[in-house]
Nanobody, 123 residues
Framework: QVQLLESGGGLVQSGGSLRLSCEASGRTFSVYAMGWFRQAPGKDREFVVAISRSGGVTSYADSVKGRFTISRDNTKDTVYLQMDNLKPEDTAVYYC????????????????WGQGTQVTVSS
């Protein structure tokens, strides 16, 4: 049974930083792409970023380019999302996702989802 467990969300002021973590279990972590999505109140879930199984390929949504950085540690079965220069519009529940490729994740095709972690950015 695959489980994705996010942590690291919280409340931060505009311009601040947060680091999200997602620890995976249940299948071989290093053979799957990982990604982050978010859902703001009243909006659809949207793609944020994805990383290939080796970490060599990343894909970012335009809205977070230059501010967010995804990374992974295949020895710890964990993917990270470093979020800098946060803005109020980044407020959302952030979900970790696992899929076959970064292309599939960017298209919203994920095999598994985490339960989500709340990120709130105050102005």
């Amino acid at each position: 049974q695959v489980q994705l467990l996010e942590s690291g969300g919280g409340l931060v002021q505009s311009g601040g930083s947060l680091r999200l973590s997602c620890e995976a279990s249940g299948r071989t972590f290093s053979v799957y792409a990982m990604g982050w999505f978010r859902q703001a109140p009243g909006k659809d879930r949207e793609f944020v970023v994805a990383i290939s199984r080796s970490g060599g390929v990343t894909s970012y949504a335009d809205s977070v380019k230059g501010r967010f950085t995804i990374s992974r540690d295949n020895t710890k079965d964990t993917v990270y999302l470093q979020m800098d220069n946060l803005k109020p519009e980044d407020t959302a529940v952030y979900y970790c996702a696992q899929g076959t490729t970064t292309t599939n994740l960017r298209a919203g095709r994920s095999d598994y989802w985490g339960q989500g972690t709340q990120v709130t950015v105050s102005s």
